[in-house]
């Protein structure tokens, strides 16, 4: 099993920027990528950006060139770095991580991040 916890959601001014974190524990070594989904109200969960342990980053085309994702692995810790937000970018995001061709997937809880215009 592998654990998240996800930090650094909140509210803040179109244009303005977060950086959102994810502390993975316990079975480290069965996962070899962690990314980042957001739910919007009344949409769908969708892949915001993901990376794997080889550092190979894939983003969604609605966050490129605004987002980045990182991690650090001493700390086994995905962040996201999330600049020039739009009110479209409001959703609870979600840290996501599992090992590529296994389906099973870990999920956080979820960080609210809220955009006002």
């Known amino acids: 099993q592998v654990q998240l916890v996800e930090s650094g959601g909140g509210l803040v001014q179109a244009g303005g920027s977060l950086r959102l974190s994810c502390a993975a524990s316990?079975?480290?070594?069965?996962?070899?990528?962690m990314g980042w989904y957001r739910q919007a109200p009344g949409k769908q969960r969708e892949l915001v950006a993901t990376?794997?342990?080889?550092?190979?980053?894939n983003y969604s085309d609605s966050v490129k060139g605004r987002f980045t994702i990182s991690r650090d692995n001493a700390k086994n810790t995905v962040y996201l770095q999330m600049n020039s937000l739009k009110p479209e970018d409001t959703a609870v995001y979600y840290c996501?991580?599992?090992?590529?061709?296994?389906?099973?997937?870990?999920w956080g809880q979820g960080t609210q991040v809220t955009v006002s215009s």
């Open positions: 996501n991580a599992g090992r590529i061709g296994v389906p099973l997937r870990y």
């Open positions: 990376i794997t342990s080889g550092d190979i980053t």
């Open positions: 316990g079975s480290i070594f069965s996962i070899n990528y």
